[in-house]
Each structure stands twice: as structure tokens, then as C-alpha cells.
């Protein structure tokens, strides 16, 4: 089984209003060219994979099976596209110093609108990133500025276009729904502008408002009103109508790809294959265990300088329920026989009653041998999910 790599870059233009990752403001280029000497030896001494390990690995740790073997890299963020390009290629060369990459591995990189340049994604491509994983959020500028997205609209299209003209054939966007202030015929403006430019891969995301950040304060003092869960529950059902009549597939919950489009990298985290993740705040996980990395970057950066790991969490996983929980996050939901090979036991040992009351409140249901989330299911997510965590 290959495995992926998962490469963690924190740094932003500035601050959207509504993110509570941990990003930090790219200010000073000596900050962002110390944080990649820092991934790159933390790669180099890392314990998962196959390689020998440098004297400075210091973290025991067990791989997959074929641990050197890795088909997908993702470059996340933050805004991984602010790297120049002879920063992508010291990181993957690091990773190929660990790693063993198939030649048809995928490597996505997150990337803002106005953030690159012609040049920069000829480099890209060049280097092999071959899937670009494009923060459009909205077409809507008055939406772009509440959410702080320092771009236009404009800025997202004419980055499409760089994109496609450097060569990027497979492109996937990233909507927001549910704004403060959208409506249903804004949602379906943004949907309809999308189809038009015809990427491989929509990825939608329902707007989550986390305190500490300036969009909750907005809402908590009035200025904004956050919309209802009805008619966020609306744009979703048009979603997925829209989508699956310009000819994209719903293959999980939130991601809808053309045939043969779907995130290989992310579809690793939803059947639980091994992912190692580099960087600031990055997790990993290596079939048994799930590992944290320190969440601040100068702390991240002085741990690595200091030849220490970065680990700073580690723990054991219920493989039978985070399967349960991530299969039905999957169009084809999970596969009955598979799980009781895979554990000894069936899902409705283990989960029981619960598993009825979903099926009787019309939330899950089972055919051709597989359990999967309803529409009405789709729409109450999180509450099915509860049932098995
Ligand atoms: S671009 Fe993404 S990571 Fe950066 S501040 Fe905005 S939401 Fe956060």
C-alpha cells in the first residue's frame, strides 16, 4: 500500500476573517527560507519510511508495510503557493531523499488567487506539481472582502487562467457556502460562474464560525447575521443538483470530482491509509497511531534546530470506528463484508441499537452489501458521525 506525504507551509498574505488554522503572516523571506531548511531536516531525520535513518531521528516510529512507497505529496497551508520554486524543489528533494515516489504520484499544492505568476507556476509544473487546489471561496467580491480574502474576484479568474495556461489539467476549487449575508440566488450565481470554467474538482465547504476570530466577533456584536441552517441546508441539496447535471460526481461528502478526478491524496485519509505529515501543526498517521506536530512556528522551527522531533501528541487509533465514521463520509459508504474482515466482528456488533435508530430516522440506509449516509443523511452529517466516535 503507498502511502502520502502531507507538507504543512503556515504562511499567508494576510488573515481571512473567518480562519482559525495556525497560519502566521509571511513578513520577512528569511522567516519563510529558515522554516523550509527546518522542514526539510525534519524530513530527512524523520522515522517513517523505509530509508536508514539520519543520527539525528530521534522519534521511533513504525511505518506501512512498504513504508518507503509514497504516490501523492500534498502541499497544504497557510498558502503554500508563496514559496518560491527553488524552495518546492529543496522540499521535494528532501522528500525523495526519505521517500520512494511512484512515477504517476499526484502533487497537489494549495494555491490563493494572486499569489503566483506565470513564471512561478511554469516552475511549479516543471517540478511535478500536477493538481493545483485553488482557494476561489466566492465570486462575489462583496463576500471576498467580509471574509478578508485579500483578492478580487477577478484575481481568482485570471489565476484560473495562468493555471490552465501553465499547463494545470486538473484544478480543484474551493467554495464556501452559507456566508453571513448570502442568498440563494448569490449561492447560485457562484455555482453557475464555477461550472462555467469547468475545473476537475469542487470542493464545498459550509462556512464554520470559530471564536477568536474577527468574523465571530462580527456576529457576536451584531454587525453580521449568520444565515439559518435551513437555507444553508437549501444550498446544499442546489449543489448537488447543479453539480451532478454539469457531470460532476458526489464522492464524498464535501468533494465532487469529473470521472477519474477525485483527490487521491485525500481519498487516503477517508479509508485510512498512512499519511506523514511535515511541518508546523502537521499530523500523521501510520495505520495505528496519530501523531501531532507542535502547532507554533518558531517553537516548531527551534525543536527541529535543536535536533529535537516536533511530536508533541501521540495516540493510539479505534480503527473500527474512525472506519465507520470516515467510510460513510464516502459516496460508496462502507462495505459490510470488508468491515467484518477487516475487524472480526460486524458493524452492528459493535454499534448496534445505534446503527437502527439511524436507519429508522431515515438518516443511513444498506444495499449491494454497503452502509451509506441518505440525502436527508448528508444533510445531518455530523450527527451520524457523533453515533460513532
Ligand atoms: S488563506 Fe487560508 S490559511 Fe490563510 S488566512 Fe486565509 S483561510 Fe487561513
Redesign the pocket.
Known amino acids: 500500500m503507498a502511502a502520502g506525504v502531507y507538507i504543512h507551509i ?7 476573517s ?4 495556525a ?1 502566521d503572516i509571511y513578513r520577512d523571506s528569511k522567516v519563510v527560507a529558515r522554516y523550509v531548511d527546518a522542514l526539510c531536516r525534519e524530513l530527512r531525520a524523520t522515522g517513517f519510511g523505509g530509508r536508514s535513518h539520519t543520527p539525528e531521528s530521534n522519534s521511533p516510529r513504525v511505518g506501512p508495510d512498504d513504508p518507503a512507497l509514497i504516490n501523492t505529496i500534498y502541499f497544504g ?3 503554500p503557493s508563496l514559496l518560491s520554486p527553488t524552495q518546492v524543489e529543496q522540499v521535494l528533494d528532501a522528500v525523495r531523499e526519505r521517500f520512494e515516489l511512484s512515477s504517476d504520484s499526484e502533487i497537489t499544492m ?1 494555491m ?1 488567487p494572486a499569489t503566483v505568476t506565470p513564471e512561478t507556476l511554469a516552475a511549479f509544473r516543471d517540478l511535478g506539481v500536477n493538481r493545483a487546489s485553488f ?1 476561489v ?1 466566492t465570486f462575489n467580491d462583496r463576500d471576498l472582502k467580509l ?4 483578492h478580487d474576484a477577478n484575481d481568482a479568474r485570471e489565476t484560473f487562467r495562468m493555471l490552465r495556461e501553465a499547463g494545470f489539467a486538473n484544478i480543484s476549487f474551493d467554495l464556501i457556502a452559507g456566508l453571513p449575508g448570502q442568498t440563494m440566488t448569490d449561492w447560485k450565481v457562484n455555482l453557475d460562474e464555477a461550472i462555467r470554467m469547468s475545473p476537475e474538482h469542487i470542493s464545498l465547504y459550509l462556512l464554520e464560525i470559530h471564536k477568536d476570530t474577527p468574523l465571530a466577533e462580527q456576529v457576536r456584536s451584531g454587525r453580521r447575521r449568520p444565515i439559518d441552517d435551513e437555507l444553508a441546508a437549501e444550498m446544499y441539496e442546489v449543489m448537488l443538483e447543479k453539480l451532478a447535471e454539469a457531470g460532476y460526481k458526489q464522492y464524498e461528502i464535501s468533494n465532487f470530482a469529473r470521472p477519474g478526478s477525485e483527490s487521491r491524496h485525500n481519498t487516503k485519509y477517508w479509508y485510512l491509509d498512512p499519511v506523514f505529515g511535515f511541518g508546523v501543526s502537521a499530523h500523521s498517521f501510520d495505520g495505528q497511531r496519530r501523531y501531532a506536530n507542535q502547532r507554533d512556528t518558531s517553537k516548531y522551527v527551534s525543536m527541529i534546530e535543536a535536533s529535537e522531533t516536533a511530536e508533541v501528541e501521540r495516540e493510539d487509533v479505534d480503527l473500527a470506528s474512525e472506519y465507520a465514521f470516515l467510510g460513510l463520509r464516502l459516496e460508496a459508504g462502507i462495505d459490510l463484508a470488508e468491515y467484518e474482515h477487516r475487524f472480526g466482528y460486524g458493524l452492528h456488533e459493535r454499534f448496534g441499537d445505534a446503527l437502527d435508530e439511524l436507519m429508522h430516522c431515515g438518516l443511513t440506509e444498506i444495499s449491494a452489501g454497503r452502509l451509506r449516509l441518505t440525502r436527508r443523511g448528508k444533510l445531518f452529517s455530523n450527527e451520524v458521525f457523533a453515533v460513532f466516535v
Open positions: 503556515p504562511f499567508c498574505r494576510s488573515r481571512c473567518y480562519c482559525d488554522f497560519t497551508g497557510g498558502t494549495e490563493n482557494g471561496q471574509l478578508a480574502r485579500g
